[in-house]
């Protein structure tokens, strides 16, 4: 099976500006979260999808949203850029069979580096 | 809420000696646990898990992990190191009593392992 796969793979914006990243899950997989890693912050979780709803959110602000497609894809947008967005923003899926997915392994993509200038 | 520590910011090993990558963790109930490897520019890969059963869990590319209750510890080791072990780990957790954002890895800072000839 082919891996999660994140585009596009480097991103350069300016503040004030917005982004939209994208994720595509190993076929079959049903959950999707996306995670934001910074040197200062470390591994940070944003947000989780499941069947097209979001099934839990971290501690970001609104400006961080995202969505997931009927076939599993999903985007995360950023909006209104600050130099703190700079990041590797790292997807991953998971089976989702798990009932609330507790045991079920996060296989991660190779991630978008964002720089925001 | 749910956190892990890792408490060494690098770990320094000889090829050929064995490694440990130390990990501990605080949940409410018992706790399902993860390691993952970081190589430079890329994603986090999966290496081992705990959900329940035997305490020594086995994994990819040689690795092993221990699950502790009494010391809610969980370090990563390896028999014998190899150079091209070096990168980042991270190890993660789940707690399974918190469902209102159950499905959620909240991972540690990160060791980093510097393998040597």
């Known amino acids: 099976k082919a891996g999660v796969t994140q585009t596009p793979r480097y991103l350069i914006k300016t503040r004030g500006q917005q982004v939209t990243l994208s994720c595509s899950p190993i076929s079959g997989h049903r959950s999707v979260s996306w995670y934001q890693q910074t040197p200062g912050q470390g591994l940070q979780f944003l947000f989780e999808?499941?069947?097209?709803?979001?099934?839990n959110k971290g501690n970001f602000p609104g400006r961080f949203s995202g969505r997931q497609f009927s076939n599993s894809r999903s985007e995360m947008n950023v909006s209104t850029l600050e130099l703190g967005d700079s990041a590797l923003y790292l997807c991953a899926s998971s089976p989702g069979t798990s009932g609330w997915g507790g045991t079920d392994t996060q296989y991660f993509g190779p991630g978008t580096r964002l720089t925001v200038l | 809420a749910q956190s892990v520590a890792q408490p060494e910011d690098q770990v320094n090993v000889a090829e050929g000696n064995p490694l440990t990558v130390k990990c501990t963790y605080s949940?409410?109930?018992?706790?399902?646990l993860f390691w993952y490897v970081q190589y430079p520019n890329r994603g986090l890969q999966f290496l081992l898990k705990?959900?329940?059963?035997?305490?020594l869990v086995k994994g990819s590319y040689g690795f092993e992990a221990e699950f502790n209750k009494s010391q809610t510890s969980f370090h990563l080791k390896k028999p014998s190191a190899l150079v091209s072990d070096s990168a980042l780990y991270f190890c993660a957790v789940r707690d399974p009593l918190n469902t209102g954002t159950a499905s959620k890895l909240t991972f540690g800072t990160g060791t980093r392992l510097q393998v040597t000839l």
């Open positions: 999808y499941f069947s097209e709803t979001q099934r």
């Open positions: 705990y959900i329940t059963g035997d305490n």
């Open positions: 949940v409410s109930g018992n706790p399902y």
